[in-house]
């Protein structure tokens, strides 16, 4: 946390309210983003309880699991679930565009633009919270290398002919909540802590009631005293108010209220199951499905306020424009969409469960660009992020006092302009340091030449800087292209644009350092489904 | 002293709990990665800890454990471990009792499993019901199983000390469920680490006669008392409040409602104070980057006030950047039909 940001917080505190940290909005958000709020059992690995899902926010559809240990019902849950995502996504996957992509030519090597389909937009995924996407990407694990009985008619328990595809979904979003700057799977938290600093520790951040206590409190009360309501406040029966974003329930509802109904569940099926004449077997099924009802309208009761409160958090994010440089990440997310897509279509196995070495570097390698170019896009589309670069002594703000052209001296001379500014800011500048401003939305590159000694009374300095580069190609400057004086420009020290590493090798070009290239049999250990016992879960 | 008890009484409830399903998937795993007198545990155990010992056969010794009240508990365990250790074979000690003293005074501890090898070795076992997902389960569960694995290395070296040719593996093993299913699957986890900064953190800790001799005579923790008694007497002990104790201590959210009275930076996280060198009070910061108090050459308050400033000034061209553009966009509406009209 920089100081800058530990202000906020601290304002916060002091006024009772959030305090920006956000000028303008850092993610895109899609017209009809899926918000998914999922419930899961306490102790079990892969046993969801239930979820509201939806891109209605009055009308979310409810899932349920009545009882969580039945693997039928376990897939019921998982089959509906597709017919509630799947839509959504491939409703994006055919509206297409032109676009064009570099590809190295195998048998030349040469670098060739190659005509392709760009995903106009894409489905975009809304959990509550970080644990939200963890759920995502562990549902993804289970499910994608289940079989269907289409797949193998051998297979003992044969899934949903749709929840393997889910589940390759499932991890494609899951992986790409991964990379710095991404939204295909967003969660209400990381957004919100985004824009607003709270008066409480980022720990505690984590709860989102809690931190839209902060964020916008209701009226006649601070954020504190919000936030604690949102905390701790429970009801008559002993339920928090509040209930917690999930993907985990509160003890006290498990043990109170869900434990009691599944066993009436449990109990009414047994009877059911033992009923001896169509009567009585009427009787019994009116029995069983109330006690369902039950199960869903409890579900219901805890998953709606984090439903509404994920709503809430994307109205208030809303309120704030959109950040330009978003967009071209948003494009990026596109691209990432769409290339899941041609893998899908082209009949490509499951993700596998562990990435080679090739791509686990490549993987690494991409987000630690994609953070980087995160970082300087903040800065460039927000004053307020760039302030934050500018105390760390990685940007500054100066004004234009004097600019005297120069040129190169080879045969054909470039303009290489002296350009003189005044700023009381102290950049971490040594010479021939790099400095870049934003022409028209591309970076220009500037060197360091000097500063002058001392700073006046006012405690600005001047220092030089010789421009490099976007002059044209002509010996005078295209206009509009050198600085001019009078003009206050924001310089930073880092990159605009991040430039990837060295190529990677190929996964058969592996090398031993890393394990080697992989051996035949990794293909085909990577598909094989999980192996099933007849109680795969207690 | 019950936290919990005393939190309730002094209006701060605290907010823990465990579900009944936790609870029975727990215990449910446990019982079978235990059925058949540990056969599938010792199972695991020797294909990953075995070393050159013989297989575990049929023969593996289960001893009795049970005693009167915990004390003997311990007593039966250390006697168990020691003839074992002499049999020279392997046994399972299920539930053994342990006993470390915290801060001077005794503590007893229930590891899931202590498994003695047949040369001497004693290797603790701790079972859990988080899954093992493609051989990597959670870290902070991974990493909390760990230290708690670790007390009970140091608890079975004082037993290990006066035993022969006994001595504490630092490997324990950690058994999982495989992926979503419930077969058990082990990985050994290495703590001497956990184990060393433990220790360390044992050694440090104040005693609780020390503690109870600083208190004001009279002071008492009985949750029967009235809450502004209680509250003296719990504000006599003082608290060194931070976020993190908000997962472990029952009167966490006492000590934060002190601490965010008191305008504590701390109650914003450790770092935050780091951060503000010796400004302590939220009023205090504030107040240093508003220029009102604080030494301008005190590098911490000149960092402030620039970060004030830089702040004040970028919220500020934020409002002109976006007051232009709500301008520029009612111009533009404004503008609309008469260049509607200019078109026809």
Known sequence: MSLITTLARLEAVDSGRAQPLATVRHRHLTDRPLVLVPLTTAGEAGAPLGALVGTDREAPRLLAVAQPRDRDLRFAFLAELAEAVLPHIESYADVVEPAERNETDPATGKKTKVEVELCTDAGQLIVPSRAGVEFVRLLGRSMRFRRTAEDDPDTPYPAPARVPLLGRWLTHYGERARVPGSSLLLTATDLLNRHWATGQSSLEDQHLGALLSWIDPPAGSSGAEAALRAELARDGEGQLLCPPAGPATDPDFDNRLLAPAIERYDRARTALASAEDGLAADARLGELSGAEREIRSLLARVMLPTWDAVWRGLDLLRELPEGSRAEDRWTRDRWSFTAHRDRVRSGEPPQPRRDDAVTAAQKLASRETAQAQLEAQEALDDPLVLAGRRLAGEAFLGTVTDVEMTYTESKRPSPRPLVTVRTDERPHLGERTKVYRSLEGKPQTAEFVRAEEEPDQDGDVLLVLRILDRMGRGKEPAPGSVPEPGDRIAWTLFEHDQRGGPKLPDPEETPWTHGGPPGADAATRAEQPDPVTPEDLL | MDKGVLATALGSPAPFGQSQFAFMRGNAFEAKVKADGGAELLRLLYERLGGSSPAPGPDVATPDLSAAGPEGRAARTALALREATAAGGWALLDHPMLALEVAGSPAYLEPDAVVVHPDGRWTVVEIKSFPMIDSSADASKVGAAAR???????????????????????????????????????????????????????????????????????????????????????????????????????LAFHCRAKSRAEGAVEALGRSVRGELGGLTTVAGVLAAAAGKEGDPADPTVAALRRAAALRAEALESAAVLRADAGEAASVAGAGTPEGAAACR
């Open chain 2, 148 to 250: 708690q694995a670790a007390v009970y290395v140091l608890a079975l070296e004082r037993v290990a000390a006066v035993t022969e040719r006994a001595e504490v593996g630092q490997r324990v093993l950690l058994v999982c469920p495989k992926d979503f299913s419930n077969l058990p699957t082990a990985s050994v986890v290495d703590v001497r680490k956990q184990r060393a900064v433990t220790r360390r953190q044992l050694t440090r800790l104040t005693r609780i006669e020390d503690i109870a001799a600083g208190l004001p005579e009279g002071t008492t923790f009985d949750p029967a008392c009235p809450s502004e008694e209680l509250d003296a007497a719990v504000a006599a002990v003082p608290p060194a409040y931070a976020p993190e104790c908000l997962a472990a201590c029952e």
